[in-house]
Every structure is written in C-alpha cells, then in structure tokens.
C-alpha cells in the first residue's frame, strides 16, 4: 500500500519536472525560429 | 564548446539525480513507523527547502529592478531575467512539495490535506508566485516589471512565515529535520547520507534548470529588442 504512495509521488516529481523542462524546450526552439537557425 | 559543456554539465547531473535514487530507495533503511511512503521525504523535503531558493533569488533579483530601473535599465533587463526564473523554477519546486505532501500524508496521516500552519502558508506561498507569473503574463506596459517587482518583495515575506510555521505553533506538519524536537529528525546516518545526496542533486538539478531558464529569457529579451527596432525603423 505504502509502496504504491511512494511511486506515486515519485511519478508526479519527475512529470512536473520534465514538464517544465519540456516548457524550457518549446520556448528555446520557439526562439530559434525566430533568431533564423539553432544556436 | 558552449554545447559540449552543456552536454558534460548535463551528464553530471544527471549521474547525480541517479545516485541521489539509488540512496533514497535502496541504501536508506525503510522507516519503521510509515512504511515505504516514507521514502517520499527524501524528495518532499528538498524540494521544499529548496524552493525558499529560488524564491529568494526571486526577491534578490526583484529588488536589484527596483534599485536598477532608473539609472541602469540593461541591468534592471538582467536582473528581470533572473526574477522570472528564480519564480518559474521556485513554482515548479513549490508545486511538488504541494502534491508529494498530500500523496505522503494519505498513507501516514490517513488524510489528504488539514488546514495546519506549515500547510497553508505552502499554499499561500504558491498562490503568490503563480500570482506574480501571472501578472506577468497578462499586465501590459513598460511598469510590468517594476509592479512584478514590488509584488516579489511583498511576496516574500510568507516565506520566513512559512519557514518558521511548524517552529512557532503546534501543527499536524512533522517537526523540522533540523532544529526542531530532540525527538525529531534523521537518527539513522544512512537516512542522513539519503537525505544530504538528495538535497545536494535536487539543488545542481534546480539551479541548471534556473541557468538554462535565465539563457532563454536574456535571448527572449534580445529578440524583442530587435523587434521593437524594427518595428521603428519601420514607421
């Protein structure tokens, strides 16, 4: 029972996380369009 | 060489945030009081410690606008910058802290959520940096930044409140792992390692995401600086 809790909130950590990270993304290639090419 | 350092950082990184779950879920003993839903201190707390981070360098930054604005505007453009992503990274900890207590408490406490001091400052904590991204998101003019600003250094005053909420008054929250009851905190030396690994590579983890937020918002700057000159040179 405990366990599940645990890889539940383990779970919900890293989404929020790479959710942010993927929010950093879209911007930072957003970005690129914008500058002409990848930097 | 920008990119491959980049890459080496990252790599670091992420073999810390490795080591940091390797010791929180299998070299710290399982508590004997809250079973395995103990382990979702070891990323509950740093998480909360570490969003006090984040939003100071939110108020720091915040108040460097203020003293900038008038005389050193490309200064005041920078320290912006960093007041936005000290409140982006903060929220994004801050939120964590806000669901991981609940799903912790369910098993241990048997509720979700109380209304406790330690509690509700977190949410009103939260309430106010999700305030202060929406203002500005959505305020339009050249004051946005210095009303964010005051609105920044108004905010922080919850978070000593916050901090010191489980110090001051009797709540459902636990003791703090540091200086709080004799009773409380970290007995086990491999609880204590877990929690130091895991509050060491959630730090490095949330400052090279404040870094790489700061990076973006200086060239989001840049691009809009253009746009207006452009635009001008148009008319």
Redesign the interface.
């Known amino acids: 029972m405990g366990h599940s809790y645990m890889v539940a909130a383990y779970c919900v950590t890293w989404v929020i996380q790479l959710g942010y990270v993927a929010f950093i993304a879209a911007k930072w290639f957003g970005q690129n369009s914008k500058l002409g090419g990848s930097r | 060489m920008k990119k491959l350092l980049a890459a080496v950082v990252a790599i670091g990184v992420i073999a810390l945030m490795a080591w940091g779950f390797y010791q929180a879920m299998y070299v710290a003993p399982t508590d004997a009081a809250?079973?395995?839903?103990?382990?979702?201190f070891y990323?509950?707390v740093p998480?909360g410690m570490l969003c006090y981070l984040f939003f100071t360098v939110n108020f720091v930054a915040s108040v460097l606008v203020l003293a900038w604005r008038r005389n050193y505007p490309g200064r005041a453009l920078a320290a912006d910058a960093w007041a936005l992503s000290g409140a982006?990274?903060g929220v994004?900890f801050c939120?964590?802290v806000l669901?991981?207590g609940p799903?912790?408490g369910?098993?241990v406490w048997g509720i979700w959520w109380t209304w406790d001091a330690r509690l509700t400052t977190t949410l009103v904590l939260w309430l106010i940096y999700v305030s202060y991204l929406l203002v500005r998101r959505f305020a339009v003019g050249s004051e946005m930044q210095t009303l964010a600003a005051v609105l920044a250094v108004f905010g922080a005053l919850d978070m000593p409140i916050n901090y010191l909420a489980n110090r001051l008054w009797r709540t459902q929250h636990p003791s703090p792992v540091f200086g709080g009851d004799p009773d409380a905190g970290l007995k086990d030396p491999r609880m204590l390692h877990a929690f130091g690994w895991n509050v060491l590579a959630w730090a490095v983890?949330g400052i090279f995401?404040l870094v790489?937020?700061v990076v973006?918002e200086r060239?989001?700057q840049r691009?809009a600086g253009s746009e207006a000159e452009a635009a001008l040179a148009a008319d």
């Open positions: 809250q079973g395995p839903a103990g382990r979702i990323y509950h998480h982006q990274v994004v939120s964590v669901i991981t799903i912790w369910r098993p983890w995401l790489i937020r973006v060239r989001a691009i």
